[in-house]
């Protein structure tokens, strides 16, 4: 663990907080020569309640445990790579690579058990209030804190399990921040055959395909795959 003092502990959460407002706003302006992806005859939610609101929240500050757990394994991890020598976009692009697939491949299978009725009723149904998602970031984490929470460990125990060099690692947080906001904006962004905002959009509007949060590797071998 780090041993921070409270200006510092205050300082990095601060830091986190504030951080999906800043991401939302390089989201926007990156891509606002983006063209916007239909609605079709799906209703958007443009009213966030107490509850929305409070989720929203909640989720925001768990980040900052979550974000000093990165840090202090990035940083204190015996194992971790800093020299630049070891470094190299080959071996950077297959570990990136790997971790997106890693993770969408445990991710599809914790996003199904949630569309499960019991569980769908009491965890999932709120995020799916939102079919036509639009709020970049804010519409991304409101979702239940379970939810959340899982989803959000989820990422460093994937990056825990798979070798890489400390700067994949901090790409690969990042990253995640970015795709996630991407998938919540409508904005047509696409870098195929990686990656595609219509596919986790196509997800809003018909909630029994697509369970990638990123990629759709595994949706495509288990038959759940839509192409928008």
Same mark, same amino acid.
Not at 13 to 33: E, K, M, N, P
Not at 34 to 58: C, E, Q, V, Y
Not at 183 to 209: I, Y
């Given at each position: 663990?780090?041993?921070?003092?409270?200006?510092?502990?205050?300082?990095?959460?601060?830091?986190?907080?504030?951080?999906?407002?800043?991401?939302?706003?390089?989201?926007?302006?990156?891509?606002?020569?983006?063209?916007?992806?239909?609605?079709?005859?799906?209703?958007?939610?443009?009213?966030?309640?107490?509850?929305?609101?409070?989720?929203?929240?909640?989720?925001?500050?768990?980040?900052?445990?979550?974000?000093?757990?990165?840090?202090?394994?990035?940083?204190?991890?015996?194992?971790?790579?800093?020299?630049?020598?070891?470094?190299?976009?080959?071996?950077?692009?297959?570990?990136?690579?790997?971790?997106?697939?890693?993770?969408?491949?445990?991710?599809?299978?914790?996003?199904?058990?949630?569309?499960?009725?019991?569980?769908?009723?009491?965890? %999932?149904?709120? +995020? @799916? $209030?939102?079919?036509?998602?639009?709020? !970049?970031? *804010?519409?991304?984490?409101?979702?239940?804190?379970?939810?959340?929470?899982?989803?959000?460990?989820?990422?460093?125990?994937?990056?825990?399990?798979?070798?890489?060099?400390?700067?994949?690692?901090?790409?690969?947080?990042?990253?995640?921040?970015?795709?996630?906001?991407?998938?919540?904006?409508?904005?047509?962004?696409?870098?195929?055959?990686?990656?595609?905002?219509?596919? %986790?959009?196509? +997800? @809003? $509007?018909?909630?029994?395909?697509?369970? !990638?949060? *990123?990629?759709?590797?595994?949706?495509?071998?288990?038959?759940?795959?839509?192409?928008?």
């Amino acid at each position: 663990m780090l041993a921070w003092s409270w200006p510092q502990i205050l300082a990095f959460s601060a830091a986190v907080f504030a951080s999906y407002d800043v991401l939302d706003c390089v989201i926007a302006r990156a891509t606002a020569g983006a063209s916007k992806l239909p609605m079709g005859n799906s209703k958007h939610l443009d009213h966030l309640d107490r509850l929305d609101r409070a989720f929203i929240t909640f989720n925001r500050l768990t980040s900052i445990p979550f974000a000093y757990h990165c840090v202090s394994w990035v940083r204190t991890s015996e194992s971790m790579r800093w020299e630049l020598a070891e470094l190299s976009p080959i071996s950077a692009l297959a570990s990136l690579i790997a971790m997106f697939v890693a993770y969408d491949s445990a991710y599809c299978l914790w996003h199904r058990l949630l569309h499960m009725r019991g569980l769908y009723a009491l965890v %999932h149904k709120h +995020h @799916h $209030r939102q079919t036509v998602p639009t709020r !970049g970031l *804010y519409d991304a984490i409101n979702v239940h804190p379970v939810e959340f929470v899982v989803g959000e460990y989820l990422h460093l125990g994937v990056a825990m399990a798979i070798p890489a060099h400390a700067a994949t690692y901090m790409a690969f947080f990042a990253l995640l921040g970015v795709l996630t906001g991407l998938n919540h904006t409508r904005n047509d962004v696409h870098v195929p055959p990686l990656f595609s905002v219509r596919w %986790h959009d196509m +997800h @809003h $509007r018909m909630p029994q395909c697509n369970f !990638g949060q *990123y990629t759709v590797g595994i949706d495509w071998l288990c038959g759940s795959f839509k192409n928008a």
